[in-house]
């Protein structure tokens, strides 16, 4: 499932920094990902064992966050819209749910295939 789609964005990386993650409050964010209920959402993307296929977990991991990104993109649309016609605040307010509903895991999915990243280095590494 080595795709064009799939070569141009399994890369993305907007936020490089560890600490600008931090200052954003990414970490945040991943512990409410992790202890709540979200951490039902998305099955695929967790390493539940060591025997676990590292590049299938971070091929679902790229197929995630473009979703939420696409879907970031789609409600920023729709957000400028109404704050243009109707409302800024009701602008303002779809576009702060958007951004902790779609950037933020977005934004997590980076961070954590910079992680898998590193394990599957050390996977081929030691094979």
Request: net charge positive; glycine share 4%.
């Amino acid at each position: 499932m080595e795709s064009g789609y799939y070569q141009r964005y399994s890369n993305l990386n907007f936020i490089k920094s560890k600490k600008l993650n931090k200052s954003i409050g990414l970490a945040q964010f991943k512990w409410m990902v992790k202890n709540t209920f979200f951490k039902f959402f998305n099955q695929k993307i967790q390493l539940k064992n060591k025997s676990v296929d590292l590049c299938e977990i971070r091929q679902e991991m790229t197929i995630a966050e473009i979703s939420h990104l696409f879907g970031f993109i789609f409600v920023t649309v729709f957000a400028l819209y109404k704050a243009i016609s109707d409302s800024y605040l009701f602008g303002l307010t779809i576009m702060m749910v958007n951004v902790f509903l779609n950037l933020y895991p977005s934004l997590l999915q980076q961070e954590n295939k910079r992680r898998i990243d590193k394990l599957i280095k050390r996977q081929h590494n030691t094979e």
